[in-house]
C-alpha cells in the first residue's frame, strides 16, 4: 500500500462546480505539498502546509493532522484548471527540519468542461 | 527571475547508449532533486543535493544511474547502457533550504524516450 493515496484517480467536472480531491497519508509528517502538473508537463506548487487551512484565489488546502488527511478544494472551476494534482508529504523524522525526501502520491487527474 | 531549466527537452536514444541530462537550478538554492515519472506513475525520487554535504542517492534504481553537482549550480544526471525502462520524464527540483518547512520549483522536465 502506497504510503500517499490520492482520491479519486480521476476526475471530470463541468465548469463552475465544486470540486475536491483527497490525500490520506499513513506516516507522520512534517509538512505535505499540493502541486499542480500541467498537461504539457510542467509542476508547480499550490500548497504548502502543516496545519489548518491555506486559501489562494480559489483554492483551498486543508488538513487534519490527527486523521492524517488533506483535502484540495476548487471553487468555480474553470477548463484552465484540468491538471494533475499531486500530494506529496515530507516525513518527520525527529530533529528540526524533518525528512528532506518527499514521498509523493500518484496524482489525481482533473478534466473540467466548458 | 529565472526558474530551473533542464536540457535537452526531449531526447530519443538508442538501447545501450549512455545520456546525459542537465539542470539550472534557481540562482540561490542550495537543494536539488532529481525524480523520474514514468508514463502515469508518480514521481519517483532518485538523488538529492544539499551545498557541498554528500548527496542522497538511495532513490537511484541502479547503479548504470549517478548525478553530480558542483558546488550549489548545474547537476548532471547521466544514466549508462540506457534500457527500455528507463524512458520516463525526469525532472529536476531546487529549493532554498532556509528550515521547516521548504518548497521546491520544478523544471519543465526531460523527456526521455529509449528504443
Known amino acids: 500500500k502506497n504510503e500517499v493515496e490520492q482520491s479519486p484517480q480521476n476526475l471530470t467536472a463541468q465548469e463552475g462546480e465544486f470540486i475536491t480531491i483527497n490525500c490520506s497519508y499513513s506516516?507522520?509528517?512534517?509538512?505535505l505539498h499540493w502541486l499542480q502538473q500541467h498537461p504539457g508537463g510542467g509542476i508547480v506548487s499550490l500548497f504548502m502546509?502543516?496545519?489548518g487551512k491555506k486559501k489562494h484565489g480559489r483554492l483551498i488546502a486543508t488538513i487534519n493532522i490527527q486523521e492524517k488527511h488533506s483535502s484540495l478544494h476548487i471553487t468555480a472551476s474553470h477548463p484552465r484548471d484540468s491538471a494533475v494534482y499531486i500530494c506529496?508529504?515530507?516525513?518527520?523524522?525527529?530533529?528540526?527540519?524533518?525528512?528532506?525526501?518527499?514521498?509523493f502520491g500518484r496524482g489525481t487527474s482533473l478534466i473540467v468542461h466548458p | 527571475g529565472a526558474g530551473v531549466s533542464q536540457s535537452p527537452s526531449n531526447k530519443v536514444t538508442e538501447k545501450g547508449k549512455d545520456v546525459e541530462l542537465r539542470c539550472d537550478p534557481i540562482s540561490g538554492h542550495t537543494a536539488l532533486y532529481w525524480y523520474r515519472q514514468r508514463l502515469g506513475q508518480g514521481l519517483e525520487f532518485l538523488i538529492y543535493?544539499?551545498?557541498?554535504?554528500?548527496?542522497?542517492k538511495s532513490g537511484l534504481p541502479s547503479d548504470r544511474f549517478s548525478a553530480e553537482r558542483t558546488g550549489e549550480s548545474v547537476s548532471t544526471l547521466t544514466i549508462q547502457r540506457t534500457q527500455q525502462e528507463d524512458s520516463a520524464v525526469y525532472l529536476c527540483?531546487?529549493?532554498?533550504?532556509?528550515?521547516?518547512?521548504?518548497?521546491?520549483?520544478f523544471g519543465p522536465g526531460t523527456r526521455l524516450t529509449v528504443t
Open positions: 527540483a531546487s529549493s532554498y533550504v532556509s528550515g521547516s518547512p521548504y518548497e521546491q520549483y
Open positions: 506516516v507522520g509528517i512534517s509538512a
Open positions: 502546509l502543516s496545519s
Open positions: 543535493f544539499q551545498g557541498n554535504s554528500a548527496p542522497d
Open positions: 506529496a508529504v515530507r516525513r518527520s523524522s525527529g530533529g528540526s527540519g524533518g525528512s528532506y525526501i518527499p514521498t
